[in-house]
């Protein structure tokens, strides 16, 4: 049974940058058959695709925060990370991490999901 | 990108009562080659991720009661829950996969009438 969790500080101030971390259990994130993904979620804008990490490390991130992501894989441990640069109050939300089958995928399963805050 | 427009925005059903949603594209998500629907549903129940019901438009995901269905093609796409049960109240996400950026419908609040 694959299971995704993420893990990260609740609070970062503005102008600071979100470190995040999904912990992947039952594959293998090197396998290269998956797209292991970031999205967050906002009552205003509501689910917005970040971006994903694949194939040992090629990436995709939405055009909307692309000048501010990076997605990245840490095979030794199984995990794999989002890092938000520049943060505002507009990207306080509740990211979740979840696995794709693929570019052009659904996505299943998603991680319970942390809440980031942006404040000072 | 593509817009994903979901009706209505919410929705009160009565219990054994059929429950349909709608789901709009901004452009068609059917792609040629492969006449598929590139178009999966979500159920997120209160403090829960969104739980995949549906992909290519109509396929159940395993576990999925039957009750729940999808259909349409092109840019207008349906859920429907034949007989609606107590644990259905959710709000309910539409997502194309056909382009990047994927993109999601703003949801539809389902609950018990």
């Known amino acids: 049974q694959v299971q995704l969790q993420e893990s990260g500080p609740g609070l970062v101030k503005p102008s600071e940058t979100l470190s995040l971390t999904c912990s992947v259990s039952?594959?293998?994130?090197?396998?290269?058959?998956?797209?292991w993904t970031w999205i967050r979620q906002t009552p205003g804008k509501g689910l917005e695709w970040i971006g994903y990490?694949?194939?040992?490390?090629?990436?995709k991130y939405n055009p909307s925060l692309k000048s501010r992501v990076t997605i990245s894989l840490d095979m030794s441990k199984n995990q794999f990370s989002l890092k938000l640069t520049s943060v505002t109050a507009a990207d306080t939300a509740l990211y979740y991490c979840?696995?794709?089958?693929?570019?052009?995928?659904?996505?299943?399963?998603w991680g319970q999901g942390i809440l980031v805050t942006v404040s000072s | 990108d593509f817009v994903m427009t979901q009706s209505p925005d919410s929705l009160a059903v009565s219990l054994g009562e059929r429950a349909t949603i709608d789901c709009k594209s901004s452009?068609?998500?059917?792609?040629?080659?492969?006449?598929?629907?590139?178009l999966a549903w979500y159920q997120q129940k209160p403090g829960q991720p969104p739980k995949l019901l549906i992909y290519?438009?109509?396929t159940r995901e395993s576990g999925v009661p039957d009750r729940f269905s999808g259909s349409g093609s092109g840019t207008d796409f349906t859920l429907t829950i034949s007989s609606l049960q107590a644990e259905d109240v959710a709000v309910y996400y539409c997502?194309?996969?056909?382009?990047?950026?994927?993109?999601f419908g703003q949801g539809t609040r389902l609950e018990i009438k």
């Open positions: 979840a696995r794709s089958g693929g570019e052009f995928s659904w996505f299943d399963p």
């Open positions: 290519w438009a109509s």
């Open positions: 997502q194309q996969y056909y382009s990047s950026p994927h993109t």
């Open positions: 452009q068609s998500v059917l792609y040629s080659s492969n006449n598929k629907n590139y």
């Open positions: 039952g594959v293998s994130v090197s396998s290269g058959s998956y797209y």
């Open positions: 990490v694949y194939n040992r490390g090629s990436t």
